[in-house]
C-alpha cells in the first residue's frame, strides 16, 4: 500500500492499495469535524469520477470487525485488479488516476 498519495486535481489519500484502489479512513477521530469529513468524502468522489475503485472505512472496521473488513478489502483489489486487467487487454485506456498516480502526478 502506498500511504498518503496525492491524486492530481484530487487530493491526498489515505492510501491506494496494489495501484488500483484508493483507501480512506474517516471518523471523527481523525477529523476536526463534519468539514474533514466533507472533505475526505469529496475525494472519494474525486477519485471514482477518475475512474479509480475506492474504500472507505470507520475506525470500528479496523478495531473492532478487522476480518470482515480485511475480506472486503481483498475481494475489491481482487475486482479492480481483474477489471484493470480485462481494460488493458483490450486496448481501454488508463483511467486519468491510473495515469496520474504511474506519470508521478501524485
Known sequence: MI???????????????EDCVG???NGLE???GNEAVLRD????LGAQSLGMMMLTVNPPHIHTHWKSTWATVVRVV???IALREL???RGV???DAELAHIS???
Open 3 to 17: 500511504a498518503q498519495p496525492e491524486i492530481h486535481g484530487i487530493g491526498h489519500l489515505d492510501g491506494i492499495i
Open 23 to 25: 483507501f480512506e479512513v
Open 30 to 32: 481523525f477529523h476536526g
Open 41 to 44: 468524502t469529496g475525494r472519494v
Open 78 to 80: 481482487e475486482d479492480a
Open 87 to 89: 481494460r488493458h487487454s
Open 93 to 95: 485506456p488508463l483511467s
Open 104 to 106: 508521478g502526478r501524485n
